[in-house]
């Protein structure tokens, strides 16, 4: 689905079509969550507990680098 990126303000922003928001199960005023991916970045309906779990393997990922190399590499 070929999207348009259109001036919002002085932001810019995506106008997601009645279908692709069913699909997502959305509303007009609900949030998404958009994670980053190797090939792009994938919307989800947010989720408030999942939100706190990235933010924890964010955190730790930052905070315990060199332990994680360390497990990688063994």
């Known amino acids: 689905m070929k999207l348009k ?3 919002v303000g ?3 922003g995506v106008i997601l079509p009645k279908e692709l928001l069913a699909r997502l199960r959305v509303e007009k005023g609900d949030s998404l969550y958009a994670a980053e ?3 792009g970045v994938k919307l989800t309906p947010f989720d408030p507990q999942l939100a706190e779990q ?3 393997a964010e955190r730790v990922m930052r905070d315990d680098r060199n ?3 360390k497990l990688a590499g063994s």
């Open 54 to 56: 990235m933010e924890v």
């Open 37 to 39: 991916l190797p090939d």
């Open 10 to 12: 002085n932001s810019a």
């Open 67 to 69: 332990v994680l190399r």
């Open 5 to 7: 990126i259109t001036t």
